[in-house]
T-cell receptor, first 115, second 114 residues
Framework: AQSVAQPEDQVNVAEGNPLTVKCTYS??????LFWYVQYPNRGLQFLLK??????LVKGSYGFEAEFNKSQTSFHLKKPSALVSDSALYFC?????????????FGKGTKLSVIP | GAGVSQSPSNKVTEKGKDVELRCDPI?????LYWYRQSLGQGLEFLIY????????KSGLPSDRFSAERTGGSVSTLTIQRTQQEDSAVYLC????????????FGPGTRLTVL
């Protein structure tokens, strides 16, 4: 079974400061990892993914994430937060094992960037 | 280009009624997925299609839920005899095919069962 944990329900950060949203995962095979963002009353918007290769992946809007296999983590980061980054962030995993195409999501982390 | 579209955006129904939710995937995407987002359960996988076939129905919460896809494009999720616990946002996503890792989501249908 695959699972994702986002240990923080909410993260507050001052505008201009670096931000980190944490994610850990559990899969039986190799993980495919994703971050999505959700703005109020909107669907999920894809930010970035890790499939294979370089552990540091860069995505939309200046976000990046680092895959750490030994810690089974995939934390989302941004060097300088914007007020417009305030939203709900979801980490998701898909097991690379054959026949598993569904995404399993974490509970989400609400990011608030304070002006 | 156009993204995933879903209709209606909001649906209010009475307990016991049937509802149909529609998803129109990105043009050319052969894989389509349904998820449910609720306060208590977070984001849950319901079902996926490759073409018109649904090989994995394990996420459907009960036999009141069904989904179909015709012509390899539009999909309909049907909930029969709706219950209050069915109230949620139903999200549809599509990808180029099952081997394409990235799923693109629609805006969702907010279902409220009174």
């Amino acid at each position: 079974a695959q699972s994702v944990a986002q240990p923080e329900d909410q993260v507050n950060v001052a505008e201009g400061n670096p931000l980190t949203v944490k994610c850990t995962y559990s899969v039986s095979g190799n993980p495919y990892l994703f971050w999505y963002v959700q703005y109020p009353n909107r669907g999920l918007q894809f930010l970035l993914k890790y499939i294979t290769g370089d552990n540091l992946v860069k995505g939309s809007y200046g976000f990046e994430a680092e895959f750490n296999k030994s810690q089974t983590s995939f934390h989302l980061k941004k060097p300088s937060a914007l007020v417009s980054d305030s939203a709900l962030y979801f980490c998701a995993v898909r097991d690379s094992g054959a026949g598993s195409y569904q995404l399993t999501f974490g509970k989400g982390t609400k990011l608030s960037v304070i002006p | 280009g156009a993204g995933v579209s879903q209709s209606p955006s909001n649906k209010v129904t009475e307990k016991g009624k049937d509802v149909e939710l529609r998803c129109d995937p990105i043009s050319g995407h052969t894989a389509l997925y349904w998820y449910r987002q609720s306060l208590g359960q977070g984001l849950e996988f319901l079902i996926y299609f490759q073409g018109n076939s649904a090989p994995d129905k394990s996420g459907l919460p009960s036999d009141r839920f069904s989904a179909e896809r015709t012509g390899g494009s539009v999909s309909t999720l049907t909930i029969q005899r709706t219950q209050q616990e069915d109230s949620a946002v139903y999200l549809c996503a599509s990808s180029l095919d099952l081997a394409d890792y990235t799923q693109y989501f629609g805006p969702g249908t907010r279902l409220t069962v009174l």
